[in-house]
């Protein structure tokens, strides 16, 4: 049976090519706290369209939990890195955004 997860996330600073995002996942009482950067233009790269970062890094998030545990997800890591670990990323991000 899996857990359900709770996902909070917020921005927390912003350069000239990246957004930083302070990502908080619950459960049981317990807290996990991420700090997860995403490149300005990655979402044009990838899905050919602009697609609002909170709302892919929560996709992102629940892809991940959904894929290993979350003792295991890196601390502090820019989200296209996602796809070096897990090829079926940057794809299942697309059915999600584009279907």
């Known amino acids: 049976m899996?857990?359900?997860?709770?996902?909070?996330?917020?921005?927390?600073?912003?350069?000239?090519?990246?957004?930083?995002?302070?990502?908080?996942?619950?459960?049981?009482?317990?807290?996990?706290?991420?700090?997860v950067e995403v490149d300005k233009d990655y979402s044009n790269i990838l899905f050919g369209k602009e697609i609002p970062n909170l709302l892919l890094v929560q996709q992102s998030f629940i892809f991940l939990l959904e894929h290993e545990p979350v003792t295991s997800i890196l601390r502090d890591f820019n989200l296209k890195e996602i796809q070096s670990y897990f090829g079926d990323y940057e794809e299942t991000m697309k059915k999600f955004f584009l279907s």
């Open 2 to 35: 899996k857990s359900k997860w709770k996902v909070s996330i917020e921005k927390i600073t912003e350069t000239i090519n990246t957004r930083v995002f302070e990502v908080v996942v619950s459960d049981d009482g317990k807290k996990h706290l991420f700090r």
